[in-house]
């Protein structure tokens, strides 16, 4: 079949694909358009897509002066960058250390990490926000980092990638001399980049998006994330200011959806790879 | 008895055009090996043959109907593919059964569960077992019946996918590189079970295969494509010894063809040392380009001081019943391949000057076009030689 | 005999084993040492809390109470006569019901229908991710505002055409199929993005293999074919999509806070509600344990389907 021409049955798979586009964008459309309407706009024409009176500035100025906009996207990339560090730093070595080397402490670990992938944070939540309650950590980075420090998916999915690595490229680099942590540093984590990218949009997306932990632990604006602050931003608004509101969720949503429109060939392996591997 | 037929198939792919007018006829019951380098459109030509790709234009026609619009389930083609394409989530029955399946049973019959309340479904159901069992017993693959491909060896998947495609007795056999995924061992083993098969089964086959050796020791034809055209199409002993084109004599043979550029020269007589051939066609002009061509089994090596032409040993390759000499021209610098017996190369080394010759009704002369001229050697040639000695 | 090892010839393989066990001990010890971190904090962050959970089901722990004792099963038969957890379990259930099939589907269509298709494909993958790339809270606001009952565009377009639009997020017969639309729309890309890979990596000589064995119509290669061959792939889609459906929680929180009276009550939000705004730790750490079983109990049959049905090899 030549690309030029259109035979019936591609126009109907054509229609089916561009209209179910057009569905799954028109939150998007609405945003964008609502984000630019004064309340007289939205009450009277919901359907004009392009606002009558252009009040992009006000929605916006006013979705940036009620809940502190700067506080909340800094949180975020803080809170993720510092999960995934940390999750990276202490999966890695361990990932390794099942694929690779024999110890009596590795059966044990895989049967820690089959368990611990069927455990989502919703289950640890109540003794955790006990436990933190009692040492008086909540209401601070530690509480909202922790419970993510340890990630056994990221260990499930670097297992799987480091066990398909050959073991001549670890024994040639012992040969050369090089420590265990060395071979970690020089050898595994160089050529197992494909995974470590994949794992990081993995949680990146996991933990920009999560709103249960974040709204258990913290009932301070200072350590408030996106969703945490998007709520608060709802509850002072209460009424129907949409306006306001969607400039909100636009600013919000952009740095996330911003990323994945850039990246987005790496963001749909990523998925792919870390969905397929789990 | 069914025949086959293709006549002038073009194929394009975004204005690369694949398949040139190509031009086939295989006669009841042949074996034809449809051979070439990759990319040289014999698999599009047995996809467009099978009915899966559509040809750009020219007519197919399988006993006696032209199908070149019917679609691949219409055809009654059978085809073996490279990977055996084996339906992993079905057993080795279920597997075989599937061509008989979709032809025998209506889309009612197939429906899971209510099918056994279907009319004649039971009858049905019971022939389609009763052949696979018969076929693989033929194939003596009655123990993996109940296996499915993946707890398979590679040659009992062959067996399988040669059995699915026999199972339903089509008028035309296709084969797509079916050895090509075996050990060497083994792929030797199978070329003499599938011209035994083909032989027993007695329709048209169509193999495609890269490997001349393959084409030359199983079929009845061998068809030569290079380049989207066929340039050839005989039996393999008359490909082998009376290529009509460059490319052939190049493709064909192990190791290959020496060829050497030289150019007519008066009355149509080409020279290749002291050898001597007359052109047919003796009105080409003096100093046209040719190409000569000598396979290597009818290159002389002797001694230095003897006749021949001047030459250094680069490298001597023994084989046990064979020695393969390379050895580079002193006046041209060509490498030469030489296969001489492990008499006649025994002492042969590296650096050590040699004299090569051919006898002039080896040698294959080619026009600039690479199509063969036919020619034919000087006999007053041999006469001087004679009277020289 | 035993004895007799002790002479020259006894001596050079007990050597090389003595050199090699010290070989292994230091990878031993190198293996344990790389994964000490992970082991210590799977066992403060995981094992414990969910043994912690567990202990917890088995008391009347409230936070603010100095004290607390074992009461058995006590929160257990409460639980099973609690009318706001069996309405917020029933209400789970049905939420999954609609958005795993549905998303699984509709997917797997999509996906077909893309990879059919030459042109558009990555512009088509991109509209169809986007919603799992975004941030639930923040597009749960968006569709509020679409199902706004009166000023949304969803119901002002129902009027043009002369239907009265429903109350889609404030009437309890609405509720849960609005919540369940926003879900499809938000897990549809991801399953998506699976089959699409699904269905790169089956082999084409399948598809000209099931065409010439006689599979003449798109169906029957689908049977033959695409079907069976995305098994494992379907059956992965399926538990994350049920998995994902359990723990719906963000858009429950953000448009319903579980109303209106109670229509939307969900599994999670209840959890929530009870452990974290009620406090009362002991009954929502039952609940917890129930949720745990649910997730259990999912993956279980996971595993058997698997062994069972979809392993080829």
Redesign the interface.
Same mark, same amino acid.
């Given at each position: #079949?030549s690309?030029n021409v259109f035979t019936f049955g &591609?126009v109907v &798979?054509?229609s089916? =694909?561009s209209l179910?586009?057009l569905v799954? =964008?028109?939150?998007?459309i /609405?945003?964008i358009s609502?984000a630019g309407k004064a309340q007289s706009d939205?009450?009277t024409s919901?359907?004009n897509l392009i606002p009558q009176h252009w009040f992009y500035a006000e929605n916006f100025a006013k979705a940036w002066s009620r809940v502190h906009m700067p506080t909340l996207l800094f949180n975020g990339v803080m809170v993720c960058l510092m999960i995934l560090v940390i999750q990276v730093v202490?999966?890695i070595?361990?990932a390794?250390? #099942?694929a690779k080397?024999?110890? &009596?402490?590795?059966k $044990? #670990?895989m049967v820690?990490?089959m368990?611990?992938l069927? $455990?989502?944070i919703?289950?640890?939540?109540? *003794?955790?926000? $006990?436990a933190f309650?009692r040492v008086g950590a909540l209401n601070s980075y530690m509480a909202l980092v922790?419970?993510f420090?340890?990630s056994?998916f990221g260990?499930f999915l670097f297992l799987q990638f480091f066990r398909a690595m050959p073991d001549d490229l670890i024994h040639a680099a012992r040969l050369d001399g090089m420590s265990?942590i060395g071979v970690?540093a020089r050898v595994i984590v160089p050529n197992a980049w494909p995974a470590i990218t994949a794992f990081s949009i993995f949680s990146v997306?996991a933990h920009?998006?999560d709103?249960?932990w974040p709204?258990?632990v913290v009932s301070n604006q200072a350590y408030a994330t *996106? *969703?945490l602050g =998007?709520?608060y931003f709802?509850a002072a608004e209460a009424g129907?200011d949409?306006g306001a509101?969607?400039a909100?969720?636009l600013i919000?949503?952009s740095p996330? $959806?911003g990323? /994945?429109?850039l990246a987005?060939k790496r963001?749909?392996e990523g998925?792919?790879m870390t969905? =397929?591997k789990g | 008895m069914t025949t086959l037929s293709l006549s002038n198939i073009e194929k394009s792919f975004g204005g690369n055009q694949i398949l040139k007018g190509v031009s086939l006829d295989a006669q009841p019951g042949e074996f034809i090996a449809l051979v070439g380098p990759s990319g040289c459109g014999k698999s599009t030509l047995l996809r467009i043959l099978a009915g899966l790709d559509s040809a750009d234009s020219g007519e197919i026609v399988i006993d006696g109907r032209e199908v070149s619009r019917t679609q691949a389930a219409d055809r009654n083609v059978a085809m073996v593919f490279q990977s055996y394409a084996l339906y992993p989530h079905l057993t080795a029955a279920q597997n075989i059964a599937v061509p008989l399946v979709m032809r025998r049973l209506t889309r009612t019959q197939r429906i899971p569960f209510v099918a056994p309340l279907m009319p004649g479904q039971r009858q049905a159901v019971a022939d389609i077992h009763r052949d696979v069992r018969e076929m693989a017993a033929s194939l003596k693959i009655d123990h993996l019946l109940d296996r499915k491909p993946g707890q398979m060896s590679g040659g009992q998947r062959q067996r399988v996918a040669l059995a699915r495609a026999m199972v339903r007795r089509p008028a035309v056999f296709l084969m797509d590189e079916p050895l090509s995924n075996l050990d060497a061992n083994l792929r030797v083993h199978a070329r003499g079970e599938i011209v035994e098969l083909h032989r027993r089964a007695g329709v048209p086959t169509v193999y495609v295969t890269h490997d001349q050796a393959e084409a030359l020791s199983m079929a009845d034809r061998v068809a030569v494509m290079i380049g989207g055209s066929l340039l050839q199409l005989a039996p393999p002993q008359v490909i082998y010894d009376d290529p009509q084109h460059i490319e052939v004599a190049k493709f064909v043979g192990q190791p290959r063809i020496n060829l050497v550029a030289s150019h007519v020269g008066e009355n149509g007589i080409v020279t290749l040392g002291t050898e001597r051939c007359v052109l047919a066609d003796r009105s080409l002009a003096g100093d046209t380009p040719v190409t000569l061509g000598v396979r290597s089994e009818f290159v002389k090596v002797s001694r230095s001081g003897e006749a021949g032409l001047p030459a250094h040993v680069e490298r001597v390759e023994f084989l046990g019943s064979e020695i393969i000499v390379y050895s580079k021209l002193d006046a041209i610098g060509e490498i030469m391949i030489a296969k001489v017996s492990p008499a006649e190369g025994a002492g042969l080394a590296a650096g050590m000057p040699i004299r090569l010759s051919a006898s002039a009704e080896h040698i294959f002369v080619f026009g600039a076009d690479g199509v063969r001229l036919p020619s034919a050697p000087l006999v007053e040639n041999t006469v001087r030689e004679a009277a020289h000695g | 005999m035993a004895d007799m090892a002790a002479t020259s010839i006894g001596q050079v393989p007990a050597a090389a084993k003595a050199r090699r066990s010290a070989a292994e001990r230091q990878e031993a010890r190198a293996g344990l040492m790389l994964s000490l971190p992970a082991i210590f904090l799977v066992f403060l962050f995981i094992i414990l809390p969910v043994g912690a959970v567990i202990l917890l089901g088995f008391t009347n722990f409230e936070l603010g109470y100095p004290t607390f004792e074992f009461v058995g099963f006590e929160n257990y038969v409460e639980l099973s006569d609690d009318r706001t957890f069996l309405k917020s379990l029933w209400n789970t259930t049905v939420y999954a019901a609609i958005v795993t099939p549905i998303s699984i589907f509709m997917a797997l269509g999509l996906a077909m229908l893309m990879e059919a298709e030459g042109i558009g494909r990555s512009f088509f993958r991109t509209a169809y991710f986007l919603p799992v790339a975004s941030l639930l809270v923040a597009m749960a606001t968006v569709w509020q505002y679409l199902f706004h009952p009166t000023i949304g565009p969803i119901n002002t377009m129902l009027a043009m055409i002369g239907i009265a639009g429903p109350n889609w997020l404030g009437s309890g017969g609405m509720v849960l199929y609005s919540l369940s639309i926003i879900g499809v729309w938000q897990s549809v890309g991801f399953n998506l993005v699976l089959f699409l890979a699904g269905l790169t990596a089956i082999p084409r000589e399948l598809y000209s293999a099931a065409e010439v064995d006689g599979a003449k119509s798109g169906w029957d290669r689908f049977r033959l074919v695409t079907w069976p061959m995305l098994g494992p792939t379907t059956l992965f889609v399926t538990t994350i999509s049920v998995i994902n459906s359990v723990k719906v929680f963000e858009t429950v929180k953000t448009l319903t806070e579980g109303g209106p009276n109670k229509a939307s009550e969900v599994l999670l939000y209840t959890i929530y509600q009870e452990g974290f705004v009620y406090l009362r730790v002991g009954y929502a750490s039952a609940m917890t344990v129930v949720f745990l079983a649910i997730l259990v109990v999912l993956m279980f049959i996971q595993y058997r389907v698997q062994d069972k049905q979809v392993h080829y090899s």
């Amino acid at each position: #079949m030549s690309p030029n021409v259109f035979t019936f049955g &591609r126009v109907v &798979r054509l229609s089916i =694909l561009s209209l179910g586009a057009l569905v799954f =964008l028109a939150p998007y459309i /609405f945003m964008i358009s609502t984000a630019g309407k004064a309340q007289s706009d939205i009450f009277t024409s919901s359907l004009n897509l392009i606002p009558q009176h252009w009040f992009y500035a006000e929605n916006f100025a006013k979705a940036w002066s009620r809940v502190h906009m700067p506080t909340l996207l800094f949180n975020g990339v803080m809170v993720c960058l510092m999960i995934l560090v940390i999750q990276v730093v202490i999966a890695i070595p361990c990932a390794y250390a #099942m694929a690779k080397l024999k110890f &009596r402490a590795a059966k $044990v #670990m895989m049967v820690l990490v089959m368990l611990g992938l069927l $455990v989502p944070i919703h289950a640890t939540a109540l *003794p955790l926000y $006990v436990a933190f309650d009692r040492v008086g950590a909540l209401n601070s980075y530690m509480a909202l980092v922790a419970p993510f420090s340890i990630s056994v998916f990221g260990i499930f999915l670097f297992l799987q990638f480091f066990r398909a690595m050959p073991d001549d490229l670890i024994h040639a680099a012992r040969l050369d001399g090089m420590s265990e942590i060395g071979v970690i540093a020089r050898v595994i984590v160089p050529n197992a980049w494909p995974a470590i990218t994949a794992f990081s949009i993995f949680s990146v997306v996991a933990h920009w998006n999560d709103l249960y932990w974040p709204l258990i632990v913290v009932s301070n604006q200072a350590y408030a994330t *996106p *969703p945490l602050g =998007l709520l608060y931003f709802r509850a002072a608004e209460a009424g129907d200011d949409y306006g306001a509101l969607m400039a909100a969720t636009l600013i919000i949503t952009s740095p996330l $959806v911003g990323a /994945f429109l850039l990246a987005q060939k790496r963001f749909v392996e990523g998925i792919t790879m870390t969905g =397929l591997k789990g | 008895m069914t025949t086959l037929s293709l006549s002038n198939i073009e194929k394009s792919f975004g204005g690369n055009q694949i398949l040139k007018g190509v031009s086939l006829d295989a006669q009841p019951g042949e074996f034809i090996a449809l051979v070439g380098p990759s990319g040289c459109g014999k698999s599009t030509l047995l996809r467009i043959l099978a009915g899966l790709d559509s040809a750009d234009s020219g007519e197919i026609v399988i006993d006696g109907r032209e199908v070149s619009r019917t679609q691949a389930a219409d055809r009654n083609v059978a085809m073996v593919f490279q990977s055996y394409a084996l339906y992993p989530h079905l057993t080795a029955a279920q597997n075989i059964a599937v061509p008989l399946v979709m032809r025998r049973l209506t889309r009612t019959q197939r429906i899971p569960f209510v099918a056994p309340l279907m009319p004649g479904q039971r009858q049905a159901v019971a022939d389609i077992h009763r052949d696979v069992r018969e076929m693989a017993a033929s194939l003596k693959i009655d123990h993996l019946l109940d296996r499915k491909p993946g707890q398979m060896s590679g040659g009992q998947r062959q067996r399988v996918a040669l059995a699915r495609a026999m199972v339903r007795r089509p008028a035309v056999f296709l084969m797509d590189e079916p050895l090509s995924n075996l050990d060497a061992n083994l792929r030797v083993h199978a070329r003499g079970e599938i011209v035994e098969l083909h032989r027993r089964a007695g329709v048209p086959t169509v193999y495609v295969t890269h490997d001349q050796a393959e084409a030359l020791s199983m079929a009845d034809r061998v068809a030569v494509m290079i380049g989207g055209s066929l340039l050839q199409l005989a039996p393999p002993q008359v490909i082998y010894d009376d290529p009509q084109h460059i490319e052939v004599a190049k493709f064909v043979g192990q190791p290959r063809i020496n060829l050497v550029a030289s150019h007519v020269g008066e009355n149509g007589i080409v020279t290749l040392g002291t050898e001597r051939c007359v052109l047919a066609d003796r009105s080409l002009a003096g100093d046209t380009p040719v190409t000569l061509g000598v396979r290597s089994e009818f290159v002389k090596v002797s001694r230095s001081g003897e006749a021949g032409l001047p030459a250094h040993v680069e490298r001597v390759e023994f084989l046990g019943s064979e020695i393969i000499v390379y050895s580079k021209l002193d006046a041209i610098g060509e490498i030469m391949i030489a296969k001489v017996s492990p008499a006649e190369g025994a002492g042969l080394a590296a650096g050590m000057p040699i004299r090569l010759s051919a006898s002039a009704e080896h040698i294959f002369v080619f026009g600039a076009d690479g199509v063969r001229l036919p020619s034919a050697p000087l006999v007053e040639n041999t006469v001087r030689e004679a009277a020289h000695g | 005999m035993a004895d007799m090892a002790a002479t020259s010839i006894g001596q050079v393989p007990a050597a090389a084993k003595a050199r090699r066990s010290a070989a292994e001990r230091q990878e031993a010890r190198a293996g344990l040492m790389l994964s000490l971190p992970a082991i210590f904090l799977v066992f403060l962050f995981i094992i414990l809390p969910v043994g912690a959970v567990i202990l917890l089901g088995f008391t009347n722990f409230e936070l603010g109470y100095p004290t607390f004792e074992f009461v058995g099963f006590e929160n257990y038969v409460e639980l099973s006569d609690d009318r706001t957890f069996l309405k917020s379990l029933w209400n789970t259930t049905v939420y999954a019901a609609i958005v795993t099939p549905i998303s699984i589907f509709m997917a797997l269509g999509l996906a077909m229908l893309m990879e059919a298709e030459g042109i558009g494909r990555s512009f088509f993958r991109t509209a169809y991710f986007l919603p799992v790339a975004s941030l639930l809270v923040a597009m749960a606001t968006v569709w509020q505002y679409l199902f706004h009952p009166t000023i949304g565009p969803i119901n002002t377009m129902l009027a043009m055409i002369g239907i009265a639009g429903p109350n889609w997020l404030g009437s309890g017969g609405m509720v849960l199929y609005s919540l369940s639309i926003i879900g499809v729309w938000q897990s549809v890309g991801f399953n998506l993005v699976l089959f699409l890979a699904g269905l790169t990596a089956i082999p084409r000589e399948l598809y000209s293999a099931a065409e010439v064995d006689g599979a003449k119509s798109g169906w029957d290669r689908f049977r033959l074919v695409t079907w069976p061959m995305l098994g494992p792939t379907t059956l992965f889609v399926t538990t994350i999509s049920v998995i994902n459906s359990v723990k719906v929680f963000e858009t429950v929180k953000t448009l319903t806070e579980g109303g209106p009276n109670k229509a939307s009550e969900v599994l999670l939000y209840t959890i929530y509600q009870e452990g974290f705004v009620y406090l009362r730790v002991g009954y929502a750490s039952a609940m917890t344990v129930v949720f745990l079983a649910i997730l259990v109990v999912l993956m279980f049959i996971q595993y058997r389907v698997q062994d069972k049905q979809v392993h080829y090899s």
